[in-house]
């Protein structure tokens, strides 16, 4: 009798904020390991372990750096060299940063930094496990993008345009894959009360908001965890807004 892989779920970026969210709800809802990737807070990733197995879960610390291809690769086939009887069925690009500024002022760095961790963040954990999710003739891929990536938020060209990219490269992904039973969507939430939004005037903002308030990171984290289960099977290429009626 042929023995049944161990199935794991892999959030990148997933130590705090969306991503913990994320990861929490995966643990209650649906019967994967989790692979919880961070970059340097390890302190708040071990937070996130502890909370995943509080709620049900059980789950283990994988660090990169999702901007360094080299890293990736390397942890990660080290990751399926030391655990052969397992598979990562359900691929979370959630990993990304901001680094907002109106555009004449923006400097290369900052530019190439939010490209680079959630573009080529994408590229490098996707391309990388792509393979092996065809094989397995079964996955789920969830891309955390933004409403900037739909409509564009002044003071953030970078942010919109990575997230906008992501969106571009869900849809596409999508047709591809589809044969094989592999849904790639992406998810993408406005203003979601968070670290990333925490220096942002909430009183002033929601007025903007139709349903006047920020959004939960559980409200997101829900979400995602129907689009990662097989409940969403026929459900791909899509944009899911989680907005509050800001924009749709």
Known sequence: MKEEKAKYALITGG???IGRAICIQLAKDLNYRLLINYQGNHKAAEETLQMVSDAGGTGEL??????NAENVTTTLNSWHETNKNAVIEVLINNAGITKDGLFMWMTNEDWSKV???????????????IQKLLVNKYGRIINMVSVSGLKGTPGQANYSA???AV?????ALAQEVAKRNVTVNAVAPGFIATDMTADLDESE???????NRFGKPEEVAHIVSFLASDKSSYITGEVININGGIYS
Do not use: E
């Not at 490209?115 to 496990?129: K, M």
């Not at 903002?205 to 349903?211: C, F, N, S, V």
């Open 62 to 67: 994988l660090q990169f750096d999702v901007t």
């Open 205 to 211: 903002l929601k007025k903007m908001i139709p349903a």
């Open 162 to 164: 990575a997230k906008g």
């Open 167 to 171: 969106i571009g490269a869900t849809k």
């Open 115 to 129: 490209i680079d961790t959630s573009l080529n963040g994408f590229y490098n954990v996707t391309n990388n496990l």
């Open 15 to 17: 130590s705090r904020g």
